[in-house]
């Protein structure tokens, strides 16, 4: 996402922990641990300082592995400027608390809701730093801060469309990881189209589903940062929850398939705080619950696929 917004016009400042990261930006323009083969931007600059990166920010994206944002945000929170939008590109729900990631950044920093924005959609990382098209949905409650971070980001190979609902962007978001491991758990097994559609379209059912008891519009389920994006990771080999999920079926442990897979799948984590989510609202959600089964240990993976299929048969819903 540095990479768009430089693209797009603004002068961006990316914080890294590592020195040699900082360096390799600034020097090489490159990350080759994460984007091998793209040569980043000139505007795109990077500091180990956080300090410095938030100093004159009017954007703040903040996209780092769900579970750690709250201890990191507090640390950043007295440095960000005053009339700054901050922007969550983050796809999971916290572990205890069932936080949404803009609830989390509005209870650590007290930015208005107005001032906190949602980017969520089909954005496989490599694809977009290719230059290659892809859409999004950014979602505020500000229709004038929407706009303003919809032209910052707007690039000829990156169309963001706006809107209100930052619930439903969120959930959606979070919730496809599940999915995604889900269906990386069936392939995985050796299962076909079949068995992975099953999984997409009564996974999109569960998402809308709860959504909808949160207070999200269902139909937000139904664009890019719903359904969109559930295609796009449950088919792309570029997903790392679709993976982490294969290595599951494929016979890994969760710490095998952690190593395995060398960068966060969120929807690990996360499946346990959306199933908690679930039963609090009163939601069935039936293959979160087999896939946070398979990551505690409780069931395994065959067994998790037998109990979905042995489910009593219903009608077809889907929403509440
Ligand atoms: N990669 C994608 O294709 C993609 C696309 C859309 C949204 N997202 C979402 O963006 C978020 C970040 O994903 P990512 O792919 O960049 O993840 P990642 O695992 O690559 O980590 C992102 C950055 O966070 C840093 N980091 C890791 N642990 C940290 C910690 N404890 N404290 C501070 N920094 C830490 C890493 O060094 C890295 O620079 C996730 O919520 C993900 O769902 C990712
Ligand atoms: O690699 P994943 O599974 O985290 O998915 C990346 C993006 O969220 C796809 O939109």
Redesign the pocket.
Known sequence: MAKVFADAGSDVTIH??RPEVVAEINVRHQNAQ?LPDVVLPDRLRATADPVEALAGARHVVL????Q?LRA?LAAWAPHIEPDAVVVS????VETYSGLRMSEVIHQVTGIPCERIAVLSGP???REIAAGQPAASLIACPDETAAAALQKACHTPYFRPYKGTDVAGCELGGAIK?VIALAVGLAAGLGMGDNARTLLVTRGLAETARLGQAMGADPLTFSGLAGAGDLIATCSSPLSRNRTFGEHLGQGMSVEEATTATG??A?GVKSCRAILDLSRVHGVEMPITEVVAAVIDGTTSVPDAAAALMSRTPKPERYST
């Open positions: 890294a922990r994460y996209s780092i592995p769900a750690a990191n590109s983050m796809k999971g954005n496989l990382a990881n960068q966060t969120e």
